[in-house]
T-cell receptor
Framework: DGGITQSPKYLFRKEGQNVTLSCEQNLNHDAMYWYRQDPGQGLRLIYYSQIVNDFQKGDIAEGYSVSREKKESFPLTVTSAQKNPTAFYLCASSLRGPSGGASDEQFFGPGTRLTVL | KNQVEQSPQSLIILEGKNCTLQCNYTVSPFSNLRWYKQDTGRGPVSLTI?????NTKSNGRYTATLDADTKQSSLHITASQLSDSASYICVVRSNQAGTALIFGKGTTLSVSS
């Protein structure tokens, strides 16, 4: 069963804590992305990676960190520096990435809803 | 500035009725436009992709149109079903190398019986 998985589905965090959101794909895609979705707003890009051991900041990277040690995995850490972390987080992957061609479709995972208590 | 504007923000229709969602964009240079459907609490799923040379494309009861001259797209849903209740997101890609996707805020559609 191919696709993108995210875990956990729901996550609760106390203020001052770091939390890590998991994203795994078995589509053999080179590129992976993290987005944040808030009510009434479009998806905003946090980080993306086009290849293992390389990643780039998106529009709202402050307070977040990522790693790409394996092609299949792209975990996102929400640090205590992120002032308003409560949101719905979506992970996506695509075959080649932003430079890989016009028709390169992004496939999304089911999302993780993070709530700060 | 590259922007994607969707209207209406929300829409309520009766089951079986048709509806049309709008997307206007100012992205340049234009590469393609996708419509995604996002069920509540789930990730978006692509419905259609429109390139510069395409005017109309259908996917079942969903028909997308594109007018590249006026930079407008629409998504028409025919004979709506309860399962069509979702958020519909318009996403535009620029031809500029390395440019990220530009997402609209979405239209929330509620289909009632």
């Amino acid at each position: 069963d191919g696709g993108i998985t995210q875990s956990p589905k729901y996550l609760f965090r106390k203020e001052g804590q770091n939390v890590t959101l998991s994203c795994e794909q078995n589509l053999n895609h080179d590129a992976m992305y993290w987005y944040r979705q808030d009510p009434g707003q479009g998806l905003r890009l946090i980080y993306y990676s086009q290849i293992v051991n390389d990643f780039q900041k998106g529009d709202i990277a402050e307070g977040y960190s990522v790693s790409r040690e394996k092609k299949e995995s792209f975990p996102l850490t929400v640090t205590s520096a992120q002032k308003n972390p409560t949101a719905f987080y979506l992970c996506a992957s695509s075959l080649r990435g932003p430079s890989g061609g016009a028709s390169d479709e992004q496939f999304f995972g089911p999302g993780t809803r993070l709530t700060v208590l | 500035k590259n922007q994607v504007e969707q209207s209406p923000q929300s829409l309520i229709i009766l089951e079986g009725k048709n509806c049309t969602l709008q997307c206007n964009y100012t992205v340049s240079p234009f590469s393609n436009l996708r419509w995604y459907k996002q069920d509540t609490g789930r990730g978006p799923v692509s419905l259609t992709i429109m390139t510069f040379s395409e005017n109309t494309k259908s996917n079942g009861r969903y028909t997308a149109t594109l007018d590249a001259d006026t930079k407008q797209s629409s998504l028409h849903i025919t004979a709506s079903q309860l399962s069509d209740s979702a958020s519909y997101i318009c996403v535009v890609r620029s031809n500029q190398a390395g440019t990220a996707l530009i997402f609209g805020k979405g239209t929330t559609l509620s289909v009632s019986s």
